[in-house]
């Protein structure tokens, strides 16, 4: 579907880019607005009025104006449309297409790049890299390269040396760490981790651990699912996830079994939180906030990436949180053995999984579970049920749910081409399972295939369309239309 949608007025913000006395009016007669005033008003109505469509589409017609050298006046303000900037610089709607540098130290004199919508650095300041820093504390040159103050990298394509920058350049020398290589990552020559871990946290909770070991714990407490543990003495940065369960009310009035409620992130002195059925906002640092959100210059970001809000981190740590049912935690392939909770301490051995803080292990499930438990006060929860205490699925009506969850073990079914890659036995019994307890509930039931679908999609598995229109059905809202 193109154009603009049917049975809609737009906004009077909208015409912005239209209007022939406002601040594209010098820019109408080079650049059409027609046609980006029709995607604006889609685009924003997909979208529901969200605020970061609108300006990214006048974003847009802005740099299409300012590429043919048309005039643009300024548009935003600090309640419509504020502009970012790092700190001691500002904004301008005509910035210099080539600034001065700590590399070039003034603007180069035979630069014919046009201006720009963006910001510069303010007076006494100088561009250091994406900063604008004192002209004190400029970088270094090393080998004709500038690099930023307090930049650390390694010269000569080799991971033999490393360098950093303070006034001057100090090397030493240097060498990858285990489950390491030294390889070029956006752009950057550094020690590259190796493989990765996956936990993924489903359901009523269903664990998988990183070392893939398989256990179901249903406390509704505060729990740590993961963090940096024995990290003295390497380069790995600390980190915590930590995950609060809630009773399952959805399927029923008194559940016996637990879902993710929370999920909290700490890292590089940040805390973010992830809560159920808050779509598209979080908690930073003690502050609601709305997605995306760019952190530490880029070394901590936060977004949404279809049905999930996803937590990444520059030095591999990967969480993501549908915000109902399913939680998966990645941590990159130098973390193994260094790491700790109730995803295990990610070592490629399964029988050692259940570590206590103190690193004894424990076989009892319970005791395992309580040990990870972070004390909230004023909150009253439980640790969860085991063996015979735990809710049972009857034998009838395990074989009608069996039915109902098949799609993900049949070999001809939408999920074949994964079951050499991620063994769909226990995504099976966990569907069955939950949906059982839900009383045939066909949101918990197309979840639990969710759950599967997306851990495959993880692993690079291409997974064909498993939705049809009477079955787990997806519905596209467009603007004065319905649903389609």
């Known amino acids: 579907m193109t154009g603009t949608p049917y049975h809609l007025s737009p906004s009077p913000t909208l015409t912005l880019v239209q209007y022939p006395k406002g601040p594209f009016r010098n820019c109408h007669a080079k650049v059409d607005p ?14 529901n009025g969200n605020k970061n469509t609108l300006c990214s589409s006048l974003q847009t017609y802005t740099a299409a104006c300012q590429q043919k050298g048309a005039e643009v006046f300024a548009w935003r303000s600090k309640d419509f449309c504020e502009f970012k900037q790092p700190a001691n610089s500002h904004y301008e709607i005509c910035a210099n297409g080539c600034p001065a540098t700590c590399n070039s130290l003034s603007a180069p004199t035979s630069c014919k790049a046009l201006c720009q919508e963006g910001w510069a650095c303010d007076a006494g300041f100088i561009l250091s890299g994406d900063q604008c820093v004192p002209l004190s504390q400029c970088g270094c040159i090393y080998n004709d390269r500038y690099y930023k103050n307090g930049q650390v990298f390694h010269p000569n394509g080799l991971c033999q040396e490393e360098c950093t920058c303070n006034g001057k350049v100090k090397c030493v020398k240097f060498s990858c760490g285990p489950h390491e290589r030294c390889e070029v990552k956006n752009g950057v020559r550094d020690c590259q981790a190796v493989g990765k871990g996956v936990c993924t946290i489903s359901g009523d909770p269903h664990y998988k651990t990183f070392d893939n070991r398989l256990f179901d714990f ?6 740590t699912a993961a963090q940096g543990c024995h990290l003295e003495g390497t380069r790995l940065n600390p980190f915590s996830v930590v995950v609060e369960n809630e009773k399952w009310y959805a399927m029923s009035n008194n559940p016996k079994v637990s879902v993710a409620k929370l999920v909290a992130v700490e890292v590089y002195g940040n805390t973010l939180v992830l809560r159920r059925n808050q779509v598209g906002m979080m908690m930073v640092n003690g502050i609601m906030m709305s997605l995306p959100v760019n952190l530490n210059n880029g070394a901590v970001q936060a977004y949404q ?19 109902v049912y399913h939680v998966i935690v990645t941590v990159p392939g130098n973390y193994r053995g260094k790491t700790c909770g109730l995803c295990g301490n990610f070592n490629d051995n399964k029988t050692d999984e259940f570590q206590l803080p ?3 292990i ?5 005791t395992f579970g309580a040990a990870w438990k972070i004390s909230v006060p004023h909150v009253v ?3 969860g049920c085991s063996g015979e205490f735990c809710p049972k699925c009857e034998a009838k009506k395990k074989l ?3 039915a109902d969850c098949s799609i993900i073990t049949s070999p001809k079914g939408p999920f074949a081409a994964c079951h050499n890659v991620i063994d769909p036995a226990s995504y099976f019994r966990d569907c069955v399972y939950d949906v059982c307890l839900s009383e045939g509930d066909h949101k918990v039931l197309c979840q639990s295939i969710s759950a599967y679908m997306i851990n495959c999609q993880d692993f690079g598995v291409n997974i064909s369309n498993w939705r049809t ?10 603007c004065g239309l319905g649903h389609i």
Do not use: A, H
């Open 400 to 402: 009608i749910f069996e």
């Open 381 to 383: 929860c439980e640790d």
């Open 358 to 360: 103190d690193g004894k």
């Open 362 to 366: 424990t076989k009892d499930l319970l």
């Open 218 to 223: 249903q406390g509704t407490c505060t729990y």
């Open 34 to 47: 027609s046609s980006f005033f029709d995607d604006c008003v889609y685009d924003v109505c997909l979208n």
């Open 469 to 478: 229109p009477t079955f787990c059905r997806k519905y596209l809202v467009v």
């Open 305 to 323: 990436e279809g049905t999930y809000d996803v937590i990444t981190t520059d030095f591999g740590l990967r969480v993501t949180y549908d915000l």
